[in-house]
């Protein structure tokens, strides 16, 4: 069986859109796809050693509400930080794996994953804050894995 | 029951949990020998019949038992 290959471009730095790629990279992992990330925009968020990520119901009326809730109350303070101590207990009951162990799974098997420099120096983050072992690079760089893939997704 | 050489417990987790987990727990095995795991998630029955076909390992058996899915896989 030849390798098939995975490409996923990671733009979303929120708790919740944080999984997609993670579960997706670590489960092509797993049937034998070599997989690619670039992290571009908010999806070098997915790189950080401290990844922190939280979540926001604003913009976003698809999500599911315990009650009600006017969007001017959602945007109080406190209440981002309450939504995903919520989000995050729910998914612990319900066996979802938390994304530090999703990461290392991916680490694991060895997925690439890559920086944009561009949005690096924008946002000026410290290489230092992230975690090691991922290149740097910018479009180019993402076409020439990205072009011999089989499945090439933007998330 | 069918033999199995290693047992699985993935209840209680998520997909894609399972898979990942009994991904790990066949790279530890040699070829023939068969892994049993049992699952709480209902997504992983389908997922398992994907996985053995992606992999080549053969899902031997798969069965549910009140809200427990036992998967048998031999390690191709």
């Given at each position: 069986m030849s390798e098939?290959?995975?490409?996923?471009?990671?733009?979303?730095?929120?708790?919740d859109w944080a999984y997609p790629p993670f579960i997706l990279a670590s489960t092509a992992a797993a049937l034998g796809?070599?997989?690619?990330?670039?992290?571009?925009?908010?999806?070098?968020?997915l790189l950080r050693k401290k990844m922190d990520l939280k979540m926001s119901s604003l913009g976003n009326?698809?999500?599911?509400?315990?009650?009600p809730m006017p969007v001017l109350l959602q945007a109080l303070p406190g209440m981002q930080s309450m939504m995903t101590a919520m989000m995050k207990q729910?998914?612990?009951?319900?066996?979802?794996?938390?994304?530090?162990?999703?990461?290392?799974?991916?680490?694991?098997?060895?997925?690439?994953?890559?920086?944009?420099?561009?949005?690096?120096?924008?946002?000026?983050?410290?290489t230092?804050?992230?975690?090691?072992?991922?290149?740097?690079?910018?479009a180019a760089t993402f076409f020439e894995f990205a072009g011999e893939s089989d499945i090439c997704l933007f998330i | 029951m069918a033999n199995f050489d290693k047992e699985l417990d993935a209840t209680g987790l998520?997909?894609?949990l399972p898979i990942l987990r009994a991904k790990k727990s066949?790279?530890?095995?040699?070829?023939?020998?068969?892994?049993?795991?049992?699952?709480?998630?209902?997504?992983?029955v389908?997922?398992?019949?994907?996985?053995?076909?992606?992999?080549?390992?053969?899902?031997?058996e798969s069965s549910e038992d009140s809200g427990k899915y036992v998967f048998l896989i031999k390690k191709s």
């Amino acid at each position: 069986m030849s390798e098939k290959k995975l490409a996923i471009i990671a733009t979303k730095g929120t708790l919740d859109w944080a999984y997609p790629p993670f579960i997706l990279a670590s489960t092509a992992a797993a049937l034998g796809y070599e997989v690619q990330i670039f992290c571009t925009f908010y999806g070098l968020q997915l790189l950080r050693k401290k990844m922190d990520l939280k979540m926001s119901s604003l913009g976003n009326p698809g999500m599911p509400m315990p009650m009600p809730m006017p969007v001017l109350l959602q945007a109080l303070p406190g209440m981002q930080s309450m939504m995903t101590a919520m989000m995050k207990q729910k998914m612990k009951s319900k066996g979802v794996a938390s994304l530090d162990e999703l990461r290392s799974l991916c680490v694991e098997a060895e997925v690439k994953m890559i920086a944009c420099q561009m949005t690096v120096d924008l946002f000026e983050f410290n290489t230092s804050e992230f975690i090691d072992g991922i290149d740097y690079g910018g479009a180019a760089t993402f076409f020439e894995f990205a072009g011999e893939s089989d499945i090439c997704l933007f998330i | 029951m069918a033999n199995f050489d290693k047992e699985l417990d993935a209840t209680g987790l998520n997909c894609p949990l399972p898979i990942l987990r009994a991904k790990k727990s066949l790279s530890e095995m040699d070829s023939n020998q068969v892994l049993q795991i049992t699952a709480t998630d209902p997504g992983s029955v389908k997922d398992f019949e994907a996985f053995a076909k992606q992999t080549g390992n053969e899902l031997l058996e798969s069965s549910e038992d009140s809200g427990k899915y036992v998967f048998l896989i031999k390690k191709s």
